[in-house]
Structures are given as C-alpha cells and as structure tokens.
C-alpha cells in the first residue's frame, strides 16, 4: 500500500504561482511514474502532468503545457507540481497518482494509468 500525501493548495490571484508537493514515505517510491490529475467542479477528472520513476520523462495536458512543471526528488520521496500564470480555470481539487506498474522509460499519458491516489488538494484562483 502507498501513501500519498498532497500539500501546497490554495487560493490565489490569476498570473500568480503555486507549488504542490506530494508526499510519498516508502523505500519504493523511487520505481514509481507519478503524476497530477484535477477536477473542477461538475467536470470529471483530468490528467495534468506525469513524470518517469527517474525524472528523465515528463508529459502534459495541451492546457498546462508552458505553465506547470512536474518534477521529482526520489532522496525526499516527492513529487511537485510547480504551477505558474495561473488562470481562473485552473481552479480545481488536484490529485496525486502513482502508477506502480509502468515500465516504460518514456512518459506517454494513455499509459500511465494509476492504482494510487492521495486525497487532493483544493487551488482556487480568483479572477
């Protein structure tokens, strides 16, 4: 069983910046692709980013691309997500999600499919 928790949330103005980190304790969190959904309220939930078990690898939602950067630190056993030029819709509950069967050293976001999820934090950005 994996533990993930998710930290970082809030609220902030448009063009602002927020940064996520998630959490996961365990020796085999370094073998692991990671990665961030969200969902908006009446909308169902949506890939953001994910990134190889080394770092090597990232991908990212069309509507992320630019702004948001997904990163690791296997000695912290931590994921985050550096979000910049923050727009009212990307107001939403983010998820962290492990996949511990990916085996690929290439992110392809129709691969990762996860069997671990934290419990979400809420970014609200205000307009």
């Known amino acids: 069983q994996v533990q993930l928790v998710e930290s970082g949330g809030g609220l902030v103005q448009a063009g602002g910046s927020l940064r996520l980190s998630c959490a996961a304790p365990?020796?085999?969190?370094?073998?692991?692709?990671m990665g961030w959904f969200r969902q908006a309220p009446g909308k169902e939930r949506e890939f953001v980013a994910a990134?190889?078990?080394?770092?090597?690898?990232?991908n990212y939602a069309s509507s992320v691309k630019g702004r948001f950067t997904i990163s690791r630190d296997n000695a912290k056993n931590t994921v985050y997500l550096q979000m910049n030029s923050l727009k009212p819709e990307d107001t939403a509950v983010y998820y962290c999600?492990?996949?511990?069967?990916?085996?690929?050293?290439?992110?392809?976001?129709?691969?990762?499919?996860?069997?671990?999820w934290g419990q979400g934090t809420q970014v609200t950005v205000s307009s």
């Open positions: 365990g020796r085999t969190f370094s073998k692991y692709a």
């Open positions: 990134i190889n078990w080394s770092g090597g690898s990232t």
């Open positions: 999600a492990a996949d511990s069967r990916y085996s690929g050293g290439i992110i392809v976001e129709r691969w990762f499919r996860p069997d671990y």
